[in-house]
């Protein structure tokens, strides 16, 4: 070979190369993995060899909107995200394949190991990270808390203490011009009450300025949902080193104050902790075939799985259910209206009160509509599946579910999908599990709904009765990205007594 034909002939073989992976790759990405067929539609902006990485990632702070965008160029048909070395996901807004995912082939729909390599670092193999049997006998363990004999002594207890700790704490800047974050007021409520019911602890995060394990649980959840997105995740962290610094501190905070927890109650005396039947108990005294019990790492993993489970979603959702009530004055009106109604001179309601007041209810739900605290989910394909509308879809693809924008689908909701209408819920026919998977469906439906809807509609209700809640900027609230539905920054507010 002459030096005059070298570069000539790498030219060549530099072309060939990259004709054949233009060739290969071309309804896929590089290192995907899972090779999608051609009949499933790609999201906009998708290329050969690099897939969706540039739509993926410029969205990636607006994801949900993104999303939503996609589905409505189809009539709200699946849309696939292939991104280079990483699982590709079929995203889905309609209730056919949600349904087909979370019940029909619920046993092929798993977590699997796409959800335990990017969680276990703050969740171990807790109930969220698990399928089979693990899932099994977790759920079932759990399920005996949620009970509505157990709801009445929370409510009656926790719930009451806890709103007079809110209440106190809003009274210092009542004054209708001091700016607060109710977002981080309902963290705090949400988390001390979850202290309390989970695992009898009274964290008293109310009366504290800084609470790190809050700080660093929400770093931790943006981390591991920006895991799902990005290519070589783990790669990627290794190179930002400060991000991966900064993960490792906060997963040494969140797993410390989980393990204290469990040193806590293990220090108690005989006596004291029979006397106990919160959920930290029912998870000591589970037992395997074998007779053997869970370890002090496996008792941490469940105290932090149902504090995400607990905290985040619930104060999220009162959250939002704030801002639409201050975007929509009409409906804030309405439920001021049947608030004082129902009260009476009283400043809280009753257990039965709480479920009986329809408006209250219905506007939990409509905000958890269209800001659903779980905006979207997935499981990995066990098995090559064929969705109910035809879709083929290969083992070890990763099959999603947007509720953010399955809100906002006309198809479910009719021509006002968009709007913030809490009489929507006031009518005969309400969803079914598939047409709102707000708290997931089928044999791993929410455990925790009904006490989440007793919890929301306890806090709205009592808060409303009490303070004028005005939102500072409601052109700024916006999502933050993460694991559930926090709002970027908070929610800032000023609050004033009303005149009763
Ligand atoms: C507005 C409040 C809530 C919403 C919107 C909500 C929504 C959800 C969703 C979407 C899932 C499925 C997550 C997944 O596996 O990917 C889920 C699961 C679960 N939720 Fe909730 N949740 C709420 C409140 C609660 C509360 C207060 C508890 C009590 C601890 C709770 C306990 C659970 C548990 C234990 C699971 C796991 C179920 C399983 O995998 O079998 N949730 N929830």
Redesign the pocket.
Known sequence: MTSEASPLLLSAVAAAVAALAFVFYRNSAVGSGVRLPKTVKRVRGTLPIIGALVPGLTNYNRLLDFLLEEGQQHNFEPKALIIPFTTPLIFHFDPASVEFILKTEFEHCV?GDY?VSRMKQILGHG??V?DGET?RV??KT?SH??STKKFREFFETVFASEMQELIARLRKSADGTTVVDMQDNFFRF?LDG?GQ??FGVELNTMQKDNVPFAAAFDRAQGVMDYRFFSPLWWLEELIVFPRWLQMRRDASTIRSFAADIVRERKAESAAVRDSRSD?LTLFMNVRDDNGISLNDEELGDNVL???L??????A???SWCIYYLNKEPRTMAKLVAEIDETLGEKLAPTYDQAKSMKYANAV?HEA?RLS???PK???VAAKDLVFPNGNVVPAGTAIAWV?YAMARNPNIWGSNAAEFVPERWLDSRLPSQFEY????AG???????A???L??VYVLVSLLRQFEVRVVDLASVHYANSL?MPMRGGLKCTVRERRL
């Open positions: 977590k959800f109930i969220f698990s899932w977790q759920r759990a808390i949620f949400t979850f019911i989970g959920l799985n149902f504090i489970a607990g905290r985040d979603t619930t999220q959702a009162l939990f958890l659903p605290s779980v989910d997935s499981k509720p998977p707000v708290f997931n044999p791993r439906v929410c455990l925790g709904k006490l989440a809807e919890e929301g559930t």
